[in-house]
């Protein structure tokens, strides 16, 4: 990354100008392909730490897989493929050896639509830690991350009721409460309040700020005032559509502090996008 | 909270998970023993099977008209034509067909195209439960109900006590939920638009089962048929109880006849030496059986593939 | 049908809008044709049943559960074949459960997409075409003579495991498939193990499906005589007491009725044969009630 000598004033100097200082992902050259298709072409960004990135662009774009490419959930797709190289401190995800459960260990999701088990809410929350051999202190362990994701006074009576009971916004909480417990570095957010109401959204746009100071959080949204709500930085992805070969892919417009994005964007494309003028 | 800096790679595989590998490795068996049971049935047939043909001609095994495999060839009476065997299971099996793709068919048809909701929730769990039959029970019913009714009706000199009509009757029976169940899945397949077209210009409903639904779904309709026909081949209890033990060639439903299988059931039952011909000769049988139901299922597997081809 | 002024038209076109005459009757005709096929069916199982308790339910009493078999008809009871079908019951589960579960999870779970994959999938749906005879075969050339089991509850158990394995195996595959994918994304993201995700949420959610398949695979199973004749079952009067010692010869109650019917007494042929029928119905009935109640009970709540 960066050499360590410099001062602390030059930090803050280039910090205030938007640069990042302590990236916790670095994605060099990024292409994924299912198959032959190309999904996500060449996109190269750092993602700094401790910070919330959002990922905005039109519907079909490629966020969602950009998105699932930091924590291999690719691999799930047996066509997938990704070349070019993504790091996560400094290490490469997609390198020799390294074994995709670890990764998921330190990277964690949120889905869409929330996905709890159909198991008790304290099932939920200590599935995580059990998996990894965890098995004292799960108490406390239910009880923090159930704070932490703002959801504790809800159901601090009802931890053996079924998660299934609660509300779509709620659900989702649980969710977030339930990645917590395995104490990742990183939050990954597929587009999580799409499925909610705007309550139930606002209250996640809260979390995410507060989960700011222990995580990173990376979120993928359609909602454009949602990330200018909620993120320090934005990435904004659209479809580059090659008439000639018939190829269409995702690429990396422009990526830059959110306030930049929004008000002085240097491509015209996300300057239409913010606008409305397309997706 | 940063992780693993004691490590080289914090990413590669951390706790060891060997338990893991035994079990997929166990999974794996479990579902690779379907292919050693193929083998070891192929096998146990080719092996048995072939020691008989080592000691008759094929030609004779073929082409005579008569089975007695009993003693030692070259002794009086010793035949061992399978056409008696084979003619006796084609003609239950014929029987059976007979009976069961009109019911059959019928049934589909009514309960695909005419059928209210609640009559079908009551048909269906009833067919399911015919289905559920044990075999010996229905070759009771055919042996102490179908022969003596088929004897009042046809009289007794032409209905014999074991014959091969009462047990192709039920056999075809027996067969009817298959037929009935994969041609009702055949019909509801076929796309709601094409009837509604038919509809629409005006048509019955019986003219649009007739001329839309049943040609759309005929292949599959053909592939249900050819696996009850595969069902109605195996079948062993019925035709052991009713429709005799004694191998004759001929197309006579009235007459007594013996199935490949009822001859199986017979000369199991009788103490034959291992490594005797009549041992033998069971799997020789066996064998004929098995190719008959392998080439029909694997008929009716095309049949289906091609059928879903169309409707994907 | 002229249509010559629009005025007559509309008004023959009114007055047409009944159905023709004949062509009601087609329709009729043809609606009660297959209607008649369908009850045809049902009606069959009906007369059966019928005529099978009007023969056998007179016979039936204690004492024909706790006897066991004799030359008298009076006093033939069951408990002999009875206890050998429970013992082979015992064996079959034993064995077809865990390895039919196995096989349906490594091929719904964890098997790669490949022709190796592909030929399983071919060769269990052949192995469901089989006569259920053949896989007597299969049984008497390997366990009982080659592997030297003899006819034993072994080996009749072994026939009747490997003739619904693969019944159990698409009961249990269908249930595992119902599972959403959502859940095993949702367990994967959090650092379990494909094994531990299925192991831990996937299969307690497609239990109730794999056991109601199971026992209806088992159902299936205690009805079938011909592999189990094949095999080694003697007819009761052989047969030791208790069954459970696996190397011994054994009675089920599929092959008992079918000696009862070859018998030339009346007596035995049809009261108490019929009366063993009665029997057999009733356990496949109580088996098929369980399975029934385990799925109503644990419908889907996801």
């Keep these: ?279 | 909270m940063s992780r693993g800096t004691a490590r080289a790679n914090p990413l590669a595989r951390s706790s060891g998970r060997p338990g893991e590998k035994v079990v997929l490795g166990l999974l794996f068996a479990c579902g690779a023993l379907s292919i050693v049971t193929t083998v070891a049935i192929v096998a146990v047939l080719l092996v048995e099977g072939s020691a008989f043909f080592g000691s008759i001609s094929l030609v004779e095994f073929v082409t005579d008209t008569r089975w007695q495999p009993f003693g030692e060839p070259g002794s009086a009476g010793f035949r061992v034509g399978i056409a008696p065997l084979v003619a006796g299971t084609l003609l239950v099996t014929g029987i059976g067909l007979v009976v069961a793709v009109p019911l059959g068919l019928g049934t589909a048809m009514y309960l695909s195209e005419y059928a209210r909701p609640r009559a079908r929730a009551i048909l269906k769990p009833i067919l399911e439960v015919l289905a559920g039959v044990p075999t010996v029970v229905l070759g009771f019913f055919a042996l102490t109900f179908v022969t003596p009714l088929l004897q009042d009706i046809f009289g007794a000199r032409t209905i014999d006590i074991y014959n091969a009509g009462s047990a192709g009757i039920v056999v075809g029976l027996m067969i009817v939920p298959t037929i009935a169940s994969l041609s009702e899945d055949a019909m509801s397949a076929v796309p709601r638009e094409l009837r509604e077209a038919a509809y629409g210009v005006g048509a019955t409903t019986r003219q649009v089962v007739a001329r839309v639904v049943f040609p759309a779904a005929l292949s599959g309709i053909v592939a249900a048929v050819i696996l009850g026909m595969g069902r109605a081949i195996g079948e062993t209890m019925i035709v052991s109880i009713a429709a005799g033990n004694l191998p004759t060639l001929t197309v006579m439903p009235g007459a007594q006849v013996q199935t490949m299988t009822a001859y199986i059931v017979q000369a199991v039952g009788g103490e034959s030496a291992r490594g005797s011909l009549t041992y033998q000769s069971i799997f020789a049988v066996g064998l004929v059986l098995f190719a008959m139901t392998l080439a029909l299922n694997v008929v009716a597997q095309r049949v289906v593939r091609r059928f879903t081809q169309e409707y994907g | 049908m002229g249509l010559s002024t629009p005025a007559a038209a509309s008004h023959r076109a009114l007055a047409d809008l009944r159905r023709p005459r004949g062509r009601r009757a087609t329709e009729a005709a043809a609606h009660a044709v297959l209607l008649v096929a369908t009850l045809a069916g049902i009606g069959f199982l009906a007369v059966l049943l019928a005529d099978i308790l009007r023969d056998g339910v007179p016979r039936l009493d204690l004492d024909f559960l706790i006897s066991y078999s004799s030359r008298h008809p009076e006093q033939f009871g069951v408990l002999s074949s009875l206890t050998g079908t429970l013992s082979l019951m015992v064996l079959v589960a034993l064995f077809s459960f865990p390895v039919g579960v196995g096989a349906a999870l490594y091929l719904q779970e964890f098997a790669p997409d490949n022709r190796f994959t592909r030929l399983l999938q071919v060769n269990i749906a052949n192995l469901a075409g089989v006569p259920s005879v053949v896989y007597g075969l299969l049984a008497a050339g390997v366990f009982v003579y080659f592997l030297g089991f003899g006819r034993s509850l072994f080996s009749g158990a072994m026939a009747l495991s490997l003739l619904i394995l693969p019944v159990i195996i698409v009961a249990s595959r269908e249930a595992l498939r119902a599972v959403p994918t959502s859940i095993r994304e949702a367990g994967l993201a959090l650092g379990a193990t494909p094994w531990q995700v299925t192991y831990r949420q996937v299969l307690p959610m497609a239990m109730p499906g794999v056991m109601t398949g199971t026992i209806l695979a088992l159902s299936r199973a205690i009805g079938e005589a011909a592999p189990v004749l094949v095999a080694g079952a003697v007819f009761s009067r052989r047969a030791t007491n208790e069954p459970w010692k696996m190397g011994e010869a054994f009675a089920a109650m599929p092959v008992q009725i079918f000696d009862l019917v070859k018998r030339p007494q009346h007596a035995f042929q049809i009261e108490v044969a019929a009366a063993g029928i009665v029997v057999l119905l009733g356990a496949l009935l109580l088996m098929n009630a369980v399975a029934i109640v385990l799925r109503n009970r644990y419908s889907r709540r996801w």
């Design chain 1, 1 to 279: 990354m960066h050499p360590t000598t410099e001062s602390p004033q030059m930090i803050d100097d280039r910090e205030a100008a938007g640069d990042i200082t302590d990236a916790i992902f670095a994605l060099e050259d990024v292409t994924i392909r299912y198959g032959s298709a190309v999904a996500v072409r060449e996109v190269s960004l750092e993602i700094p730490r401790h910070e919330i990135t959002a990922i905005i662009g039109p519907s079909g774009c490629g966020k969602s897989t950009l998105l699932r490419s930091l924590n291999r959930m690719n691999d799930l797709v047996p066509s997938a493929r990704v070349d070019g190289r993504v790091r996560y401190d400094g290490h490469d995800l997609y390198g020799e050896g390294v074994d995709p459960v670890e990764v998921r260990r330190r990277i964690g999701m949120v889905f869409q639509k929330p996905n709890p088990f159909p198991k008790s809410i304290y099932d939920n929350i200590t599935f995580g830690p059990r998996v990894q051999g965890i098995r004292t202190g799960l108490d406390d362990l239910v009880e923090g991350s159930l704070r932490a994701a703002a959801l504790w006074d809800d159901v601090k009576d009802k931890l053996q009721q079924s998660a299934l009971a609660l509300s779509g916004g709620q659900q989702q909480r649980l969710c977030i409460a339930r990645c917590i417990a395995v104490s990742p570095d990183v939050i990954l957010m597929d587009e999580p309040c799409s499925a909610l109401d705007p309550i139930a959204t606002l209250k996640i746009e809260n979390l995410m700020r507060d989960l700011r100071e222990r995580y990173t959080i990376v979120v993928v949204t359609h909602n454009m005032q949602q990330a200018a709500r909620v993120s320090d930085r934005t990435a904004f992805v659209t479809l580059d559509v090659d008439e000639e070969h018939g190829r269409r892919a995702g690429v990396l417009v422009e990526y830059d502090t959110t306030a930049r994005v929004f008000t002085q964007a240097s491509d015209a494309r996300t300057e239409g996008y913010i606008t409305g003028r397309f997706g």
